[in-house]
Nanobody
Framework: QVQLVESGGGLVQAGGSLRLSCAAS????????MGWYRQAPGKQRELVARITSGGSTNYADSVKGRFTISRDNARNTVYLQMSSLKPEDTAVYYC???????????????WGQGTQVTVSS
């Protein structure tokens, strides 16, 4: 089995900061892209940010300049530094990764369980 476990969510005031982390564990032989998605009540799940194993990044327009994604390849861990948080950022944040397990040859996508981020006005 492989797992992605998020941590770092919580309640924060508008303008504050949070740092999310996601650790991939299990029988991965390689991990390519890791990223963060979020889903607010009544809205579709959307991409927040993603990062390749080489460090290339993409961000949603709504978070550019405020959020920073990074990763530690040695630890199979991805981070999301969130600053200048707004109430509109309130959502469940999900970690995702694309990789290959040790017994396989095809790349597959995996998801974490999600962590709640609530920003109060």
């Amino acid at each position: 089995q492989v797992q992605l476990v998020e941590s770092g969510g919580g309640l924060v005031q508008a303008g504050g900061s949070l740092r999310l982390s996601c650790a991939a564990s299990g029988s991965f032989s390689s991990i390519n892209t890791m990223g963060w998605y979020r889903q607010a009540p009544g809205k579709q799940r959307e991409l927040v940010a993603r990062i390749t194993s080489g460090g290339s990044t993409n961000y949603a327009d709504s978070v550019k300049g405020r959020f920073t994604i990074s990763r530690d390849n040695a630890r199979n861990t991805v981070y999301l530094q969130m600053s200048s948080l707004k109430p509109e950022d309130t959502a469940v944040y999900y970690c995702a990764a694309t990789g290959v397990v040790t017994t396989g040859i095809m790349s597959s996508s995996y998801w974490g369980q999600g962590t709640q981020v609530t920003v109060s006005s």
